[in-house]
């Protein structure tokens, strides 16, 4: 059974940064592709990025490339999201999500993780 | 782009409904849908349009092609409450798109 598991709550201040973990057991990390998605209160998903754990690969939703970045450690399956210069507009829970090589849903989801922003 | 319709509705549980989302542009048939209870993930429902994802009940099914797609709940039970998303996948520039969703409400 794959399972994602996501580290617990955070609450930052305005202009600091927060990593946020995503442990995959039960798939191989290099055989999916790992996306970032986030979720304002009230709102749709919004997607902020991918990695391909193969290469270590990126891409960034362009709306998002200054503000995140994403790795992986293969040996420990787990993928990362570091979030910078945070503001309260970034208060969202956010999930990880695998995606099968060659499609494009979402199949297995984190349980997300919220981080609020506030000062 | 994904624009959903309605945006909320109430139904009584046996009845039928479709909900509806259209793309600002030919995505081919990469369409998926999913569904969102509180405080929980979205689930995947249905990929490529039409097919159903494993555990999805068959009273699911999608349909449509192009830009104009539709999902069906032939009759709705009362687990069926939550927010419905569509999403698809732009091949170049790489990005995800999520519809605005349809609220579901149970009477």
């Known amino acids: 059974e794959v399972q994602l598991l996501q580290s617990g709550a955070e609450a930052r201040k305005p202009g600091t940064s927060v990593r946020i973990s995503c442990k995959v057991s039960g798939v191989a990390l290099t055989d999916v592709y790992i996306h970032w998605l986030r979720q304002a209160p009230g709102g749709a998903p919004e997607w902020l990025a991918f990695v391909d754990p193969e290469d270590g690969e990126t891409v960034y939703a362009p709306n998002f490339q200054a503000s995140v970045s994403m790795t992986t450690d293969t040996s420990a399956d787990t993928a990362y999201l570091d979030l910078t210069k945070i503001t309260s507009d970034d208060t969202a829970v956010y999930y990880c999500?695998?995606?099968?090589?060659?499609?494009?849903?979402?199949?297995?989801w984190g349980q997300g993780t919220l981080v609020s922003v506030s000062s | 782009v994904l624009t959903q319709s309605p945006a909320t509705l109430s139904l009584s549980p046996g009845e039928r409904v479709t909900l509806s989302c259209r793309a600002s542009q030919n995505v081919g048939g990469h369409l998926a849908w999913y569904q969102q209870k509180p405080d929980q993930p979205p689930r995947l429902l249905i990929y490529?349009?039409?097919k159903r994802a494993s555990g999805t009940p068959a009273r699911f099914s999608g349909s449509g092609s192009g830009t104009d797609f539709t999902l069906t709940i032939s009759s709705l039970e009362p687990e069926d409450f939550g927010v419905y998303y569509c999403?698809?996948?732009?091949?170049?520039?790489?990005?995800?798109?999520f519809g605005p969703g349809t609220k579901l409400d149970l009477k």
């Open positions: 999500a695998t995606v099968p090589r060659t499609q494009y849903f979402y199949d297995h």
């Open positions: 490529d349009v039409s």
């Open positions: 999403q698809q996948r732009n091949d170049w520039p790489p990005r995800i798109t």
